[in-house]
């Protein structure tokens, strides 16, 4: 019988809980995939006598820090002043891009849930910054902040940019990486009952590293 896995908890009060999580699992609960990271996060507050409630979300491929609440009040709160909350992402890229850049457009969604950028402003706007922390000779990784909440919008503008995440099998390249290596990575807001300022940076994980360990890094 295989051993459940247990719940990576970055920070936890009795008002939210900050939790990790891994490439590949869903957020929340759908017909395709079965568990996610709510039903985990769900079944440990439910021994608590806890409830638990979605703040937002992360694509499945995507790893790192997810913020969940623990009563409707503080949900609402985190929602309503969600464009505060400060968030940061690392991922590694296919290629070379600038020392640092913007990429700005309106998203749209086809009928098969593919987004894509469009010049039509009736699309969602999306603007992802992004600054080049090192490269080599076939791979780059990019610290990057986005204005906007988008679904999918670093992976789309990051193939509009030419230099695709490594692992992407939706936006990417078949190149043979099992995990996309694109993680939330920062996360930094005002508790919204305490008022402390909520910092969290879980760094850069191993796998992402280990990718540059060659002699043509620079």
């Not at 994980?205 to 060659?214: M, T, V």
């Amino acid at each position: 019988m295989k051993k459940k896995e247990k719940l990576n908890i970055l920070y936890e009060d009795k008002h939210l809980i900050v939790v990790y999580k891994k490439s590949g699992l869903p957020t929340i609960n759908s017909d395709k995939y079965g568990i996610s990271l709510y039903s985990k996060v769900y079944d440990y507050l439910h021994k608590k006598n806890q409830k638990v409630f979605i703040v937002h979300r992360l694509d499945k491929d995507t790893c790192g820090i997810i913020v969940f609440a623990k009563s409707e009040k503080v949900k609402n709160n985190l929602q309503i002043n969600w464009d505060s909350v400060k968030r940061n992402y690392i991922a590694v890229v296919h290629g070379k891009t600038l020392e640092k850049g913007q990429i700005k457009s309106y998203l749209k969604e086809t009928k098969t849930l593919y987004t894509y950028s469009t010049n039509d402003k009736n699309g969602k706007l999306a603007i992802t910054n992004y600054t080049k922390i090192k490269s080599n000779n076939n791979y780059t990784m990019l610290d990057i902040n986005i204005e906007t909440g988008r679904k999918n919008q670093i992976r789309v503008h990051m193939k509009d940019n030419n230099t695709p995440i490594v692992g992407d099998k939706k936006y990417g390249i078949k190149d043979g990486y099992r995990n996309m290596l694109l993680v939330a990575n920062k996360i930094n807001f005002i508790h919204p009952i305490t008022r402390e300022n909520i910092n969290i940076d879980i760094g850069i994980p191993d796998n992402f590293n280990d990718i540059f360990r060659s002699k043509d890094e620079k």
